[in-house]
């Protein structure tokens, strides 16, 4: 089991500040079964006021990628020069190119044949402000196995320029939609997980605005209603980053 992969990640930028949510599991898959290998893995982080989140492949010991290294030397590398998201989202990309490049001839000896072309095998989301702090940022970066499934197409960054509110998530998502559609089970187990996340919440974020707090609660009542319905891929506690807009910091917790 070299391949471990992870869901789910979600990015929401609103008024009031942008966050990052991800659960903590890290599966493998054996005969089309997921095995849940390992908890409190930690899928997002921060380069000083730009957030970094994946969701896909974790770790992967034939081409020397771990999670566990690379957003940690990301971050101790520090801040592009200008310190804007989009820089930090086109460094993620040149070092995905880097890692993943060597790979591509494993495509074609079927090294990744869970994945159909066109899927993607790594994403990242960055999000964050430039310095005026007027508006949130959020760039997708990935990469995939390509349409003629004999390599790798790697994205440049995207930029999700839609009105605020505005979510990107990637990973499971089928139940939290469900909730989302107000179709039960799912609806009622999306409430209450978010009702009970929501004073950890406003305590760990006090001196937000009450709006985001709102919204913080919200994607962990999502994340959480995978994690009932759908825990050998998804994990139960949630790690959220987070910049609020009026205090121009970023904020870290767990719920």
């Not at 659960?23 to 899928?43: M, N, S, T, W």
């Not at 921060?46 to 974790?58: R, V």
């Not at 993607?120 to 964050?128: E, H, L, Q």
């Not at 406003?202 to 937000?208: E, I, L, R």
């Amino acid at each position: 089991m070299a391949i471990r992969r992870g869901t789910s990640l979600i990015c929401l930028a609103t008024e009031e500040g942008v966050f990052l949510a991800a659960d903590d599991l890290v599966y493998a898959e054996h005969e089309g079964q997921a095995i849940p290998l390992q908890r409190d893995f930690r899928k997002v982080g921060a380069i000083n006021t730009t957030l970094i989140g994946t969701a896909g492949l974790m770790i992967d010991t034939d081409i020397k990628y771990d999670v566990n290294d690379w957003i940690p030397a990301l971050v101790n590398e520090g801040a592009t020069p200008d310190g804007l998201p989009s820089s930090v989202a086109d460094k993620i990309y040149r070092k995905l190119e880097e890692i993943f490049k060597p790979a591509e001839p494993l495509v074609l000896q079927g090294f990744w044949k869970g994945y159909k072309p066109g899927d993607r095998i790594v994403n990242y989301a960055v999000a964050g402000y430039t310095k005026n702090f007027k508006r949130p940022y959020i760039f997708e970066v990935g990469v995939e196995i390509n349409r003629c499934n004999d390599g790798l197409t790697f994205v440049e960054p995207i930029h999700h320029q839609k009105p605020l509110p505005h979510r990107v998530w990637f990973g499971e998502d089928h139940h939290f939609e469900r909730a989302e559609d107000g179709l039960e089970p799912e609806y009622a187990i999306w409430r209450s997980s978010t009702d009970a996340a929501y004073p950890d919440v406003v305590h760990a974020f006090p001196n937000s605005a009450q709006r985001l707090q709102e919204a913080v609660a919200c994607e962990v009542g999502c994340i959480k209603v995978e994690a009932h319905f759908n825990a050998q891929k998804v994990g139960s506690k949630v790690n959220v980053v987070l910049v609020d807009r009026n205090s121009r910091s970023v904020l870290s917790a767990s719920f």
